[in-house]
C-alpha cells in the first residue's frame, strides 16, 4: 500500500470497513511509515476536536472561528 492509498482508505479503516487483506496492508503501512502514523494521529485528532467543537449548539462559538467554517458545520448537521 502507498501513502496516498492509505489516505484513500482512512474513513474505511476507522469505520471499520475495509476487507481483512486491505485492513492488514493498511496496518502494514503503518509500521513501515512514520509518516503516515502522523498523519492517522493528526487526523484522529482533528475529527475528536471537531466532534467535541459542536456538542453543544448554544455555546457561543469563538471569534476566532471563520463564519463559512460555522455554517459549512451546521449546513453538514442539517444534512444527517
Do not use: W
Amino acid at each position: 500500500m502507498t501513502c496516498r492509498e492509505l489516505i484513500d482508505f482512512l474513513m474505511d479503516y476507522r469505520a471499520g470497513a475495509l476487507p481483512e487483506a486491505q485492513c492488514a496492508s493498511f496496518e502494514a503501512h503503518l509500521e513501515l511509515c512514520p509518516p503516515c502514523v502522523d498523519y492517522l494521529r493528526t487526523y484522529e485528532e482533528t475529527v475528536r476536536l471537531g466532534k467535541g467543537a459542536c456538542n453543544n449548539p448554544d455555546d457561543a462559538v469563538s471569534e476566532e472561528v471563520p463564519d463559512e467554517l460555522v455554517q459549512a458545520i451546521l449546513s453538514a448537521r442539517a444534512k444527517r
